[in-house]
């Protein structure tokens, strides 16, 4: 898990932000406040389970610190994926 801050709270609702360790750009995520507190948490599940509803890219930002824009940059997709 990368670093994150805590942008703002609500009664339901937490705006984190990462900063993309690629190209710098801080990014946005809505969460919880149950979501929040679990992954500020050591002993928290895997992203996969604390964040079922959030797109893959997003949970990505969160695990390694790379935005969705930049993976894609570094692992562009395969010839065989563009034709599914």
Do not use: Y
Not at 22 to 41: G, H, M, Y
């Amino acid at each position: 898990m990368v670093p994150f801050l805590v942008l703002s709270r609500s009664n339901d609702d937490v705006v984190l932000q990462v900063v993309c360790v690629t190209c710098e750009k801080p990014k946005q995520l809505t969460v919880t406040t149950e979501q929040a507190r679990e992954l500020a948490s050591s002993a928290r599940r895997n992203i996969q389970f604390v964040l079922p509803d959030m797109p893959r890219a997003q949970r990505e930002l969160l695990i390694t610190g790379t935005c969705g824009a930049c993976w894609n940059e570094l692992f562009p997709p395969l010839p065989s994926d563009e034709t599914k």
